[in-house]
């Protein structure tokens, strides 16, 4: 049995502060410990109150949601903050220059005027903010038993990773969700122009905001990364970031692997789905594939890992430590499907070995 979880509100609206508060008050799960009005004042309560999870606006006065996310970084690291955000452009912006700054996760700002009144806005608020919430708790099924025939996570090691990778790699694919666009900062980014394959990327996200993720990570390093686009061909050296709000997979005709973008039905509640990239990633490429699931809430991918697998892929899994929510890598690493399981910070250097592999021979 865990306490409630220990939620502070930081926004300069009374009415929004109230609003999350009456939201959030009936969840015997979550304890609401205070409320601040600016950056400033909240650095101060944080210290007083010590909550686990931030619910935080972005533009308030004397230190806005930026500066407070740059000092957490520093001083609370452990702290896991919910943005609120706008759907619009300049929204999108904000919320993936916030996330790279280390926010966890991010909702819809409530607004005043909502069409369906205040206790509409407040139900919402609450019907999105919940699950947010709760999925930062450790969650039973993280702690099950591995299956039979599965390797402890302390034997999952990337020399051991190494010895069983095919000689050839043609593709890295990568599903990430809740902490991914943090997480894409400090990987692809460090990555080299000259990288040999091309880079398949799910983040769970929006339209808009997954073409502002991709001008992101594009601008913070040497690496080629846009949002896919139907008919897009596979270069190497390139990262294709899925848009929000479409299936993307991968398709082969004669010599040519090209991207294909759909609007089928989600999948594990999800458009983009890691799962319908990964099963096209392992009908085209088979075992000359690197797949990496990475943080995220639930369990999309597990599917598609299972298709590269069985086709005699290598699969690194992001570790617990290092993940926002051990959700999506956690599914993988139980049923026995990871062949490497490692922090973040050690990822790159996985990926390039792993990669560099053959071309080295």
């Known amino acids: 049995m865990f306490e409630p979880i220990r939620v502070m509100i930081i926004d300069d609206s009374s009415v929004v502060r109230r ?3 009456e939201a959030l008050s009936h969840d ?3 304890s609401i410990v205070g409320t601040a009005s600016n950056g400033k004042i909240a650095l101060q309560r944080i210290v007083q109150w010590s909550p686990e999870v931030l ?3 972005l533009e308030m006065p004397e230190a806005d949601g930026f500066e407070l996310l740059r000092a957490l970084r520093v001083d609370f690291p452990k702290i896991r903050t919910i943005m609120f955000s706008s759907a619009t452009q300049r929204g999108a912006v904000q919320t993936i220059e916030a996330l790279s700054l280390g926010a966890s996760d991010y909702v819809a700002k409530p607004t005043t005027t909502h069409p369906g009144g205040y206790s509409e806005a407040v139900r919402q608020v609450a019907a999105e903010l919940i699950p947010k919430i709760k999925q930062f708790r450790p969650h039973p099924a993280w702690t099950k038993p591995l299956q039979r025939g599965a390797k402890p996570v302390e034997e999952l090691t990337v020399e051991r990773a190494l010895k069983s990778a095919p000689q050839t790699i043609r593709i890295v694919a990568i599903g990430v969700s809740t902490g991914g666009p943090a997480a894409l900062s400090k990987l692809i980014p460090e990555l080299s122009k000259d990288f040999p394959v091309p ?3 799910v983040q769970h996200m929006p339209p808009v905001f997954t073409r502002m993720l991709a001008e992101r990570l594009q601008q913070g390093g040497a690496m080629k990364v846009v949002e896919g686009r ?5 270069e190497p050296g390139t990262a294709y970031i899925a848009p929000g709000n479409y299936h993307m997979a991968v398709r082969q005709k004669e010599e040519r692997v090209f991207l294909a973008l759909n609007q089928e039905p989600p999948v594990n509640y999800c458009r983009p789905s890691v799962d319908v990239l990964f099963r096209s ?3 085209v490429y088979g075992e000359e594939t690197l797949g990496i699931i990475m943080t995220g809430m639930g369990q999309d991918g597990l599917n598609g890992i299972r298709a590269m697998k069985s086709k005699g ?3 690194f899994a992001q570790d617990q430590a290092s993940s926002v929510v051990w959700g999506m890598p956690s599914f993988v690493v139980r049923e026995g499907l990871a062949d490497c399981v490692l922090p973040l910070d050690e990822m790159r250097g996985a990926i390039e070995d792993c990669v560099m592999k053959g ?3």
Do not use: K, S, Y
Request: glycine share 4%; aromatic share 0%.
């Open 19 to 21: 609003a999350v508060t």
């Open 28 to 30: 015997p799960d979550i």
């Open 55 to 57: 619910i935080l606006d």
């Open 199 to 201: 880079i398949v990327i």
């Open 230 to 234: 139907e008919g897009m061909i596979l």
């Open 281 to 283: 990633v392992a009908d």
């Open 313 to 315: 892929a290598i699969i």
């Open 359 to 361: 071309i080295r021979r």
